[in-house]
């Protein structure tokens, strides 16, 4: 995928989902991974020509793993002149040598999304951008489904009434495959996870479950997010946002 197609299908989302205002301040969160990655080329190239004028910061919450080595990154946000921020935690070793979670997922994504958020308080953002792409809305749709018995996926535009922000995700639009084909085009400079649990997680099963689905049922994935839009979850409805 070409910047100019990635930078369409953001530039839908934000204005389906009436994502951003003028003068916001909006902290990407980038996590290392090619969508966070992406992400940043999305809102940065958007900044350039959309009507409503916003600032981008960047943060990373490092989670205290050694072999995470952000030096491609800090030159990337040089290149695309963001301003960027990394988070020490020790939210690795609370979770794997204090607590020994069995389940580390759940709670490193509450530590992980509070550090993150109060950042970007601290750094006077009224905003954070996250880099799911359609199919995580469509695994997380199938998770709530299959592990929890509800219906539910997180929406286009989240507000976090507690920290007094508002979670977007511009993204929602790009089908991971654009966004694999995007990184390798432009060679983003992917940090790999170094966590231990990467790789065996419930979205992972979740992401095999439907790759199989959707090799014996073809266009499958694409009904399911269909079926999303068309619901009443909250955030969902265009009208409401
Ligand atoms: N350590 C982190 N620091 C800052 N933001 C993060 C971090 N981890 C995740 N995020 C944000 O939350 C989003 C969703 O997180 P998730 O762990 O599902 O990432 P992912 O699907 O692997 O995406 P990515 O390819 O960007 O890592 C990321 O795209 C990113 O915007």
Known sequence: MKLQQLLSYTRKAVDTYHMIDEGDKIAIGVSGGKDSLALMYALKGLQRFYPKKFEIEAITVALGFEAFDLSKVIDLCKELDIHYTVVHTDIAEIIFEERKEKNPCSLCS????????????????????????????????????????????????????????????????????????????????????????????????????????????????????????????????????
């Not at 073809?218 to 009904?223: A, D, H, K, T, Y």
């Open 110 to 241: 509450k530590m992980r999304k509070g550090a993150l958020n109060e950042k970007a308080v601290e750094l006077g953002c009224n905003k954070i951008a996250l880099g799911h792409h359609k199919e995580d809305i469509v695994e997380t749709m199938m998770m709530s489904l299959f592990f929890e018995g509800r219906f539910y996926t997180f929406s286009p535009v989240t507000y976090l009434d507690r920290m007094e922000l508002y979670a977007i995700r511009p993204l929602m639009f790009v089908s991971e495959k654009d966004v694999i084909g995007f990184k390798n085009k432009y060679h983003l400079p992917v940090v790999k996870s170094p966590c231990p649990a990467d790789g065996h997680t419930k979205r992972e099963y979740m992401k095999n479950l439907l790759a199989d689905l959707e090799r014996d049922n073809p266009g499958l994935s694409q009904r399911l997010y269909r079926a999303i839009e068309g619901s009443q979850i909250k955030g969902w409805t265009t009208d409401t946002c």
